[in-house]
């Protein structure tokens, strides 16, 4: 595919080098012009608004008033006021309220009106590749496997059981009476196509997901066997995502090119009413939906024109219910003032980082590689870019993450005269880069406080923007830059996170070739079923794919925010960072 982009930007260093003195003064100052932004137009709705820094816990406040809000798992209580003013009551055992989705007494009726800033790639599960798309997703599409929002564990989706009877072998028990939004129904024959679409499909985003399929045999109408080619633990996680979400082998086999770009059909809440790419979604209630009760909602209007802070001014203006994703945390402080508006706040997989094209030189020397990393001030980074709210990162996970490794706290950190004397032994006095970043103004401003913290370990950085649609392509698909700096949005099992950044020939990784036995270390982290055994196995996969070979720059893990009006209830956040809005409801 060819990135053809909307808008092209470049952004060049001035000539010289800065000491660290310097750079310590160019990030206070950054840091001080915001502070002093929001006490000039803090109050106001202008463009360019800025917030002071703020360490202050954010409730989350999915109607309840009363959390404490850290857990974005509101263990199923009512939200405030809704049952007793006769909302809702569901069925204990849905799914939805088991994994923390949905909650108790909620109201019906309604359009919510979503803003997010992100349109997506595609509609179609398969053959989209932004992590941004998920949230729209989630709406049309149900999954095999769930998981509970605080833990991310894997619960009953439209699987309903599953088991390994052996190491090779995943056994499949679905649901019965489900349809897609088509009346195509739900059954084995619906998952086997899926799970070749996945593999096969000639735009699929996500063949390396399920590699480990070998075959599939359909058992019955409600039981499918997967037949794996090697051990792999992580299918099932993987089945919480993507290449878990079901499609409609009919309307999948007539659209057009086969693919459902513009015309999802899954097994969702909701089903497409009205789409106009890049602007607006409009997705209406399903009528059929398996878990009786839900959703809440008439429908959800997406909007998809504008920035964040369009998105907050349309909040407060009254023009929509929802500004999905905050990226811009200066906006955190005041937000929370705010009359009328909630914050909903969670930790999460979210994590900043750089990719790297390995293949284009210098960057195939792990020297440079290692330089670069050990350029990054992470704790300065963070704190100025997140406003305090986000910490350090040395892992594509964050410390609290069960594959996580506490000894790799501070690998490959800053380091600045070491990032210099690997740059000079790799026979580089100065390194020249131009480095991709999102059309955003917060991802710009994060891209120029990279490029001065870079600067004075002799990298050179010039930055090119394009729109987040050509970003993606122009990086992964056809490989042009040497290093897009952009967030990981974290992924259900961790296999997906390390095979998509590190496995040879996956569609992130922006290589063809392996590393240091990088592709066998991957695979040992899925070859038992143990949490500890796999725990063990990813403590060797960042000693070699992070600390040795430096194939990825972690920065900084983030928390995920939205904002919310006080008429918005059961919006729920979770720890992969990907919110899920389906199943809120407005106060009548």
Not at 34 to 42: P, V
Not at 55 to 66: I, L, Q
Not at 526 to 537: F, G, I, K, L, N
Request: hydrophobic share 40%; with cysteine.
């Amino acid at each position: 595919m060819q990135a053809t982009p909307t808008k092209t930007t470049r952004l060049r260093t001035r000539s010289g080098r800065r000491s660290d003195s310097d750079l310590a003064r160019l990030l206070a100052l950054l840091f001080a012009f915001a502070i002093i932004a929001a006490a000039c137009g803090g109050d106001s709705e202008s463009d360019d608004a800025e917030g002071s820094s703020s360490d202050t816990v954010v409730e989350t406040d999915g109607g309840g008033g009363d959390d404490d809000g850290d857990d974005a798992d509101s263990g199923g209580e009512s939200s405030e006021g809704a049952g007793a003013a006769g909302g809702a009551t569901l069925a204990d055992d849905l799914p939805a309220l088991a994994e923390g989705a949905a909650q108790q007494g909620g109201t019906y009726g309604g359009t919510l009106r979503v803003a997010h800033q992100f349109p997506p790639i595609s509609l179609d599960p398969h053959t989209g590749s932004s992590g941004a798309d998920h949230q729209t997703l989630y709406s049309l599409y149900d999954r095999l496997v769930h998981f509970k929002f605080d833990s991310l564990e894997f619960t009953p989706g439209l699987a309903t059981a599953w088991e390994f009877p052996d190491d090779q072998t995943l056994v499949l028990t679905l649901r019965e009476g489900v349809t897609f939004h088509d009346g195509t129904p739900f059954n084995a024959e619906a998952v086997a196509f899926n799970i070749d679409r996945v593999q096969n499909h000639p735009n699929t985003k996500v063949p390396a997901d399920l590699a480990s399929i070998e075959s599939v045999e359909i058992v019955d109408d409600l039981t499918i066997q997967l037949n794996l080619n090697r051990p792999d633990s992580g299918v099932v996680g993987i089945l919480a995502d993507r290449a878990g979400m079901m499609v409609s082998p009919t309307a999948a086999e007539a659209a057009d090119e086969q693919q459902l770009n513009n015309t999802p059909v899954g097994t969702g809440p909701f089903k497409l009413a009205e789409y106009s790419e890049g602007d607006r979604l409009l997705v209406e209630r399903n009528e059929d939906y398996w878990q009786e009760g839900l959703p809440y909602l008439d429908n959800i209007e997406w909007l998809f024109s504008g920035g964040e802070q369009a998105a907050l001014n349309g909040l407060r203006a009254g023009d929509v219910d929802v500004a999905l994703t905050l990226r811009d945390f200066s906006q955190v402080a005041p937000l929370e003032t705010e009359e009328g508006i909630k914050l909903v706040r969670s930790p999460s997989l979210h994590t900043d980082g750089c990719y790297i094209n390995d293949e284009i030189a210098p960057w195939d020397d792990v020297r440079v590689r290692q330089a670069w990393s050990q350029a990054m001030d992470r704790v300065t980074l963070a704190e100025v870019f997140t406003f305090g709210l986000a910490e350090p990162a040395y892992l594509p996970v964050p410390p609290q993450h069960w594959s996580s490794d506490a000894s790799m706290q501070g690998v490959n950190g800053y380091d600045l005269e070491n990032a210099k004397a690997l740059l000079s032994e790799a026979g580089h006095e100065s390194v020249d880069l131009t480095i991709l970043a999102y059309q955003d103004p917060v991802q710009i401003r994060k891209g120029e406080l990279i490029q001065a913290a870079a600067a004075d370990a002799g990298f050179n950085v010039e930055i090119e923007v394009l729109e987040l649609a050509a970003a993606v392509p122009a990086m992964f698909t056809d490989r042009a830059f040497a290093m897009f700096c952009a967030p990981w949005t974290g992924r259900p099992d961790p296999s997906q996170t390390v095979t998509s950044l590190f496995d040879s020939g996956a569609y992130y990784s922006v290589r063809d070739s392996d590393r240091a036995d990088v592709d066998a270390l991957l695979a040992a982290a899925v070859a038992s079923p143990d949490t500890d055994d796999r725990a063990a196995a990813y403590q060797d996969l960042w000693a070699v794919a992070i600390a040795d070979q430096a194939l990825w720059t972690p920065l900084w893990h983030n928390v995920s925010v939205s904002a919310t009006t006080d008429k918005v209830n059961g919006y729920q956040l979770n720890l992969l960072g990907k919110g899920q809005i389906q199943f809120a409801w407005l106060e009548n």
